[in-house]
């Protein structure tokens, strides 16, 4: 969603941030209370922001939550309405590079002391800490992550192609895709046709070529890189994917080959941490299906990170300073982060929560383990597809692209690397 700059807008961005000790002296001394926006209305999402609710009342605070229900645009406008008039709520849902973006449209809370009272920095992935403190100090509070290239497996057209062992490398997948066909799988890929889940095929596969060439290309946007040959290689593979699809899916979500998949019809799936819960929802048993890092050519895990957040918005009120302390300490608390992700299926920003316990399913056991081997070998990235790794304007640049390759089999990788190289420098 494209912001634009007005004269009251940077006078508004360039005041001095609340210093966060001010307020938290004031907790003590009035009633907690917090306004919040966020688009978590029903489902998983509405049942989590309604838990956190009710922890954050029995803390003593007055919890006033206004669910915007929708699209992330629709939830922006109301924020976008609500600071033009003065009146910004004490936090609201915001993730990835808007997170900056919008911190220049209204003075923000630095939230460096009690980010450091709580020790969360040392256990949050680097690049993810790095969009919180956009200026050098700490002004959102991620959440809950979800990796959008986990590999997911049909066990019953596992069985088909007579394979036992998961794929590990490119080589690996292609290979078993081909035994799926050839063992009968319809459609060895069971992804779906909408925009995001384009963006996925092509970031998992650029990611586990080469974790320094999507750094370098997708988050960095260096032009020597977006030329280079990781990215043809990318579309190369993207290509494959594509070819092993069910041409007819369209634009379809992924959702609706589900029962496919789990029958055995397709084979393979490569999408977010979320399918497992979508998955369960449906109906479907954790024996149905298998769930592992997507696909990385040096044989260690490739993170693609998606993740919620909260941003703090200045205020004078001194129970909504208070409220906006409380907040703060909840979102960053293990136990809060693990009752959030065991309602939605994520996992926790903390990488010292313990997913060994009852609550956990494997899925995420997995992806945890993933996430702290992809951090330990610089391998946790920033999600193309989910606005996370760019600013939304310049990631549907990159889409675009994308998506016309899928769809249309005659462009070739060469000419969609041009492509996407000249888009991005479009949109800069």
């Given at each position: 969603?494209?912001?634009?700059?007005?004269?009251?807008?940077?006078?508004?961005?360039?005041?001095?941030?609340?210093?966060?000790?001010?307020?938290?002296?004031?907790?003590?001394?009035?009633?907690?209370?917090?306004?919040?926006?966020?688009?978590?209305?029903?489902?998983?999402?509405?049942?989590?922001?309604?838990?956190?609710?009710?922890?954050?009342?029995?803390?003593?605070?007055?919890?006033?939550?206004?669910?915007?229900?929708?699209?992330?645009?629709?939830?922006?406008?109301?924020?976008?309405?609500?600071?033009?008039?003065?009146?910004?709520?004490?936090?609201?849902?915001?993730?990835?590079?808007?997170?900056?973006?919008?911190?220049?449209?209204?003075?923000?809370?630095?939230l460096d002391a009690v980010v450091a009272a709580a020790g969360y920095e040392k256990v949050v992935a680097p690049d993810l800490a790095k969009l919180h403190k956009p200026a050098g100090?700490?002004?959102?509070?991620?959440?809950?992550?979800?990796?959008?290239?986990?590999?997911?497996?049909?066990?019953?057209?596992?069985?088909?192609?007579?394979?036992?062992?998961?794929?590990?490398?490119?080589?690996?997948?292609?290979?078993?895709?081909?035994?799926?066909?050839?063992?009968?799988?319809?459609?060895?890929?069971?992804?779906?046709?909408?925009?995001?889940?384009?963006?996925?095929?092509?970031?998992?596969?650029?990611?586990?070529?080469?974790?320094?060439?999507?750094?370098?290309?997708?988050?960095?946007?260096?032009?020597?890189?977006?030329?280079?040959?990781?990215?043809?290689?990318?579309?190369?593979?993207?290509?494959?994917?594509?070819?092993?699809?069910?041409?007819?899916?369209?634009?379809?979500?992924?959702?609706?080959?589900?029962?496919?998949?789990?029958?055995?019809?397709?084979?393979?799936?490569?999408?977010?941490?979320?399918?497992?819960?979508?998955?369960?929802?449906?109906?479907?048993?954790?024996?149905?299906?298998?769930?592992?890092?997507?696909?990385?050519?040096?044989?260690?895990?490739?993170?693609?990170?998606?993740?919620?957040?909260?941003?703090?918005?200045?205020?004078?009120?001194?129970?909504?300073?208070?409220?906006?302390?409380?907040?703060?300490?909840?979102?960053?608390?293990?136990?809060?982060?693990?009752?959030?992700?065991?309602?939605?299926?994520?996992?926790?920003?903390?990488?010292?929560?313990?997913?060994?316990?009852?609550?956990?399913?494997?899925?995420?056991?997995?992806?945890?383990?993933?996430?702290?081997?992809?951090?330990?070998?610089?391998?946790?990235?920033?999600?193309?597809?989910?606005?996370?790794?760019?600013?939304?304007?310049?990631?549907?640049?990159?889409?675009?692209?994308?998506?016309?390759y899928v769809k249309d089999k005659t462009i070739k990788p060469d000419q969609a690397a041009t492509r996407l190289a000249e888009a991005v420098e479009g949109a800069r």
């Open positions: 969603m494209p912001i634009t700059t007005t004269r009251r807008r940077l006078l508004a961005g360039s005041a001095a941030s609340l210093a966060l000790p001010a307020f938290a002296r004031a907790q003590g001394a009035v009633k907690p209370r917090l306004t919040a926006i966020s688009q978590w209305s029903a489902g998983s999402d509405g049942a989590a922001i309604t838990a956190l609710g009710k922890k954050f009342e029995e803390k003593g605070g007055v919890w006033q939550h206004s669910p915007v229900p929708g699209f992330t645009t629709e939830m922006m406008n109301k924020l976008r309405a609500q600071i033009m008039a003065g009146d910004p709520p004490a936090c609201s849902q915001l993730k990835g590079p808007e997170i900056a973006a919008w911190s220049k449209i209204a003075p923000t809370v630095d100090k700490w002004i959102a509070l991620p959440l809950q992550i979800y990796s959008t290239n986990m590999l997911f497996l049909s066990k019953r057209a596992m069985d088909k192609a007579k394979a036992d062992k998961i794929p590990v490398t490119w080589a690996d997948f292609n290979d078993l895709a081909e035994k799926m066909k050839a063992g009968g799988v319809a459609s060895p890929i069971a992804n779906g046709g909408t925009r995001p889940d384009d963006g996925q095929k092509f970031e998992a596969a650029l990611a586990g070529i080469s974790p320094l060439a999507y750094r370098a290309a997708i988050m960095n946007l260096e032009k020597k890189a977006l030329e280079g040959p990781e990215i043809k290689a990318a579309f190369a593979q993207v290509r494959k994917i594509a070819d092993w699809m069910d041409p007819n899916v369209g634009a379809q979500h992924f959702s609706t080959n589900l029962k496919r998949f789990v029958d055995g019809n397709m084979g393979m799936m490569i999408m977010g941490g979320w399918a497992q819960g979508v998955l369960r929802n449906a109906g479907f048993k954790f024996e149905d299906f298998l769930i592992a890092p997507g696909p990385s050519d040096n044989g260690k895990p490739v993170f693609l990170l998606n993740a919620d957040a909260f941003i703090f918005w200045q205020r004078k009120e001194a129970d909504l300073q208070a409220g906006q302390t409380l907040m703060a300490q909840l979102v960053m608390d293990p136990a809060i982060q693990t009752m959030y992700s065991q309602i939605t299926g994520s996992i926790p920003v903390r990488t010292d929560v313990d997913l060994s316990g009852e609550g956990w399913s494997e899925g995420q056991r997995t992806t945890s383990a993933a996430l702290k081997s992809a951090i330990a070998s610089n391998q946790a990235l920033l999600s193309m597809a989910h606005n996370m790794a760019q600013e939304n304007g310049m990631t549907a640049a990159m889409i675009d692209v994308i998506t016309e």
